[in-house]
């Protein structure tokens, strides 16, 4: 066992293991992101942008998530008119 990280199953756990996910993989896009830059070759280029593709992807849906966890404020501007 691992002294130095919480078990996952706590608040903090699980924070800290989301984040380590959510890090992991913005390095992961930054790398493909690097790699199919500098690459020349036709194949490999699509391989790395196929892989970059599925990282996006797996990115937008982490934060369609965190988004639907959120509450949505109230409007502010209720009930607030403005007559030019």
């Given at each position: 066992m691992n002294y130095l990280q919480p078990p996952a199953r706590t608040l903090l756990g699980s924070l800290l293991s989301t984040l380590s996910r959510s890090r992991r993989l913005e390095d992961r896009i930054r790398k493909l992101s690097a790699e199919a830059v500098a690459t020349d070759d036709p194949?490999?280029?699509?391989?790395?942008?196929?892989?970059?593709?599925?990282?996006l992807h797996d990115h937008l849906d982490r934060l369609r998530q965190l988004a639907g966890r959120r509450p949505v404020p109230p409007e502010r501007r209720h009930g607030f008119r403005v007559d030019f």
């Open positions: 194949a490999e280029a699509n391989r790395i942008l196929e892989e970059l593709a599925i990282a």
